[in-house]
Structure formats: C-alpha cells, structure tokens
C-alpha cells in the first residue's frame, strides 16, 4: 500500500513538473514574405537559434516564410492582434498607421548605406521605433532590404526618358507611386506575391526592388534588363506584439532586443557581402545589368515627390533626417 502511495505521489510530482515547464515554454510565431533563400530567411533563422539557445529552450521561435501566413498588411495585422507574434516587412507598409515614416523612403534620402544605418539606429530612427508601441507592437529594429533598382523587359534605364511608358510595378509607398508618374511611367500597385506572374503574362513590363529580392523572387525569369538606378533605400521593420513581448520575462525580453539587435546587424553585413555575387548571380541568369545611370538627372526629376510628402506631412523628420546624416 505504502509503495502504490509513494508510486501515485511520484507519479503525481513528475506530471506537474512537465506541466510547469510545457507552460514555462514560449513559441513564437515569426513571419515573412521572402522566400527561404532571402536573406530575410538567414536574418529569422538567426534569431530562432540565438532566441532558443540564450533562453535556455524557454522561448521557441517559429519561422513562416513566403508569406504563409498573408500579405504584409495581412501579417502587420495578425501581429498586432496577436495572431502572429513577430513580423518583418518593408517600412513602407507601416506608413498607412505612421505616415511620416514614410521620409526613409524618400527617393535618394539616403546617400549612403552608412547613412542610413546612423540615421535608423540613432535618435531619430529609434523615436519612430517607439512609435510602434502606438500601435500594439514592440519594434526590433530597422534590418535591410537594400536599395531599390528597377527592372524591365525593354531596355536598358540610363536617364528618366528610358522610364517613360513603362507599365511599372509598385508597391503600397505613396513616394513610389508618385515617382515613377512624374518619371512618365504607369504605376499599378500590385502584392510582391503576384508579381512574377503578373511579369511573366505582360500585365506589367518593370518593376523595382533591391538586388537580393530580384534574384531570391527569381524575377530574372520574367526580366531582361536590370539597371543599378539605387533610387530608395529600402529598410525591413520588425515588429512583435507589444502584449506577447510584456509576456516574457524581464531577461527574456532582454534577450529578444539584444538577438534582434545582433540579427539586424548579422543580416546589413551579409546584405553587403554578397551584393556583387548576387548581382553576378542575375547576370549569369541572362539578366544585362547597366550601371550607367544618370542620377543627377533622375533626382530633379522627382523632387516634387519630395515637395507632395512636405505638403502632406510637414519636414520635421525630414529635417532630422538630413540633420542626423550630416553628423
């Protein structure tokens, strides 16, 4: 009797203890729209095993690439009521909640990568960071999506006359759109997950975004001619729901913002690194790739862009921008 006692009891402790630790275990669902050879992938992976390993299996991070989990206003959505736990998308796509977000996106804000980055992970990139706590989310952080070069199937770009007529995919930046109508071309706002086929049947001839998705979208299928016009600098935002993240505990949370940090970081270097490679890698696909891009031209060109963005949204961040890159 004593050793079914002592039996059930032992039995009874070992059951709570595994109860206690499976509620002591959090996932977190994490989604992206690139395909699993992007970078944004190598950026998630990152996260995952660091996240796993720092938190000694406390916290799991679960990865949906491609977009399995929607669109990006789909997932900026689902993580804000909670349905997702972390997101990463262009910043673009969170101008319709902070519209003067949008200045990061500003044809030719940004110079330089360098810039960007000081200005992003500086005062005035993180002030907007903090917005996003507006909003039910926690930022983590600005990684990169890369400049943005435009792509078609009738010829080389060198000055803005070679973008006229041009029936030109756009994603849901207001800038963008009004860019590429004061360069003369047709802009249609279409989801990057219908793009290819939208490309390849001639429901449009262009489109633009950074060298790493062109080739991880493999755009090179449906595209002729590539030209570096590095027209916007494109940042990623990732965002967790701010409820899930005041969740974890206080060392957890800690480790979620530094690995954030560290992927960020992780993920501009590779977006460097491999920049030239990926670029060989099109060219090898077929693409003809034309550096010869007249920027001075396309710049006046689409200063009302910037003068319609003022008119909308003041200069306020504008001004801190050019402040915090001229330090």
Not at 131 to 151: D, I
Not at 190 to 213: C, F, K, R
Not at 264 to 271: A, P, T
């Amino acid at each position: 009797m004593k050793q079914t006692l002592k039996a059930a009891l032992i039995g009874s402790v070992m059951a709570l203890t595994a109860t206690t630790a499976s509620l002591a275990e959090t996932t977190l669902k994490f989604a992206h729209a690139a395909p699993e050879t992007d970078l944004q992938q190598d950026l998630a992976t990152f996260f995952q095993e660091q996240v796993a390993e720092r938190t000694g299996g406390e916290v799991k991070v679960q990865i949906f690439p491609q977009g399995q989990l929607g669109n990006d206003a789909a997932m900026i959505d689902g993580t804000r009521s909670g349905i997702i736990d972390i997101t990463m998308v262009g910043l673009n796509n969170f101008s319709g909640l902070m519209p003067e977000s949008a200045a990061f996106t500003l044809p030719f804000m940004f110079p330089t990568r360098e810039t960007a980055y000081k200005v992003l992970d500086g005062e005035v990139g993180q002030s907007v960071l903090a917005q996003f706590e507006e909003h039910g989310l926690k930022g983590l952080g600005f990684p990169e999506n890369g400049y943005r070069n435009m792509t078609n199937n009738k010829g080389p770009i060198k000055t803005p006359a070679d973008v006229e007529g041009l029936q030109m995919r756009v994603n849901n930046s207001k800038a963008l759109n009004d860019m590429f109508a004061a360069l003369g071309a047709n802009p249609q706002q279409i989801p990057v997950a219908e793009l290819y086929t939208a490309l390849e049947t001639g429901v449009v001839d262009s489109q633009d975004h950074p060298i790493g998705v062109t080739l991880s979208f493999k755009f090179y299928e449906v595209q002729k001619y590539l030209s570096l016009t590095n027209h916007s600098y494109s940042p990623l935002a990732v965002a967790m729901n701010l409820n899930k993240f005041n969740g974890l505990t206080e060392e957890q949370q800690k480790i979620v913002l530094e690995v954030a940090s560290e992927a960020v970081d992780m993920q501009r270097e590779l977006s460097i690194a491999k920049e030239d490679e990926m670029i060989a890698a099109l060219e090898a696909e077929g693409m003809e790739v034309n550096r010869d891009v007249d920027g001075a031209a396309f710049q006046a060109k689409v200063k009302p862009v910037w003068e319609a963005f003022i008119a909308d949204n003041g200069d306020t961040l504008i001004k801190a921008i050019e402040a915090a890159s001229a330090n």
